[in-house]
C-alpha cells in the first residue's frame, strides 16, 4: 500500500502546509485537493501516475488535517469556503506556481472551484467532482427533496453540541461511517481507512469541521478577514475556465445530476461525466478515470 513520503513543509498565507510533491520539477503543476473526511492518501495512486507523465504534483493536506498547522493561534479554526480557496491561492503563491490545473472532490473541490472562479488567470482546468462546487449560503435554508434532507444528516448533526460531542468522542468511527455511506460499492479495508484516519488527529480538526457545516449554514460568522472573499463569492460566479466535471453514479451524499444543472455557471468549455460503480471519494475509487480528466487538461491547456 503506497504511502505518500516525505512530506515538505511550507508556510503559506495563514498555515504551515504539509503537502507531498512528486514529479519532474519542470513538470505542469497539478494541485490535487482532498476532501473530509479524507486526506492527501485519495491521491495515492493518481499522483504516481500524473508524475510519470511528466506533470509536477502538489497534494496539500487542507487545513485541520495532517501535518498542516496554523502559524497563530489567534488565527479563527474558520473551515468556510473562503478559507479552503485562499489557502489554496497562497499555497500557489509560496510555491511560485502562477498557473495551474486545480482538481479536487468535496472541499477540496471547493478549493479548486473557488480559485477557478476568483481568480481564472491562475487556474489553466479544473477537475471537479458535484460540478459547480460554491456553496450558496443565501439559499442554505432552502429544504431539499426529503431523499437528500436524508443524506446529509451528519451536517445537522454537527449543528448540535451533540454533534461536536459525538466527533470528538469517536472520529475515526463517525468518518468511517461516512465513506461506507458515501461510496457504497467501494471496498476498502482497514488498513486502507487508517492510512487516512491518522489525518483527523489533528489538534484542530474537530474545530474547523465543526466551524465549515456550520457557516455553510449561515449559523455561524466568517473569518473577518476572509470577509471580502465570501462576498465575491455569494454572487455565485461564473467558472469560465476549462472544465471537466463528474458525479459518481454511487455517490451516497451527492446524487448524480445532469449537465444541464450547473450549465449556467460554466461559461468557459466544460465536459461533464457520469461514473458508474463510483460514490464520492472519485480519486481513490477510480484514479485512472480521475488522473486521466487532469491529463486531458493539462495537455490542452498547460503544456510544459
Known sequence: MNTLQPLRQISAGMLDVALYETGPADG???????????????????????????CHVY???????????????????SGE??????????LMDALAVPR??????????????????LWPERCAGL??????????????????????EHSLWYQYY????????????????????????????WQFDA???????????????????????????????????????????ATQPAITVPSITF???????????AASQHAHLFTGPRSHRIVPGAGHNLPQEKPQLFADAVLELVQKHLPA
Open 28 to 54: 505542469s503543476p497539478v494541485f490535487l485537493m482532498h476532501g473530509f473526511p479524507y486526506d492527501i492518501h485519495a491521491y495515492a495512486e493518481v499522483a504516481p501516475l500524473l508524475a510519470a507523465q511528466g
Open 59 to 77: 497534494v496539500p493536506y487542507l487545513r485541520g488535517y495532517g501535518a498542516t498547522r496554523f502559524l497563530s493561534d489567534a488565527t479563527p479554526r
Open 81 to 90: 469556503q473562503a478559507a479552503l480557496g485562499a489557502d489554496l491561492l497562497a
Open 100 to 117: 495551474a490545473v486545480l482538481a479536487g472532490y468535496d472541499w477540496g473541490g471547493r478549493a479548486a472551484c473557488v480559485v477557478a472562479a
Open 127 to 148: 477537475v471537479s467532482l458535484n460540478s459547480y462546487n460554491i456553496q450558496n449560503i443565501a439559499k442554505a435554508m432552502v429544504p431539499d427533496t426529503p431523499e437528500n
Open 158 to 185: 454537527f449543528h448540535s453540541q451533540r454533534g461536536r460531542a459525538g466527533l470528538t468522542a469517536d472520529r475515526r468511527a463517525l468518518c468511517r461511517l461516512l465513506w461506507k455511506l458515501w461510496s457504497p460499492t
Open 191 to 233: 488498513a486502507v481507512f487508517e492510512r487516512s484516519a491518522a489525518a483527523f488527529d489533528h489538534p484542530d480538526f474537530v474545530e474547523v469541521v465543526i466551524h465549515s457545516y456550520r457557516h455553510r449554514f449561515g449559523l455561524v460568522a466568517g473569518d473577518p478577514a476572509l470577509a471580502s472573499i465570501e462576498q465575491r463569492l
Open 247 to 257: 458525479d459518481g453514479a454511487d455517490d451516497g451524499v451527492r446524487p448524480p445530476a
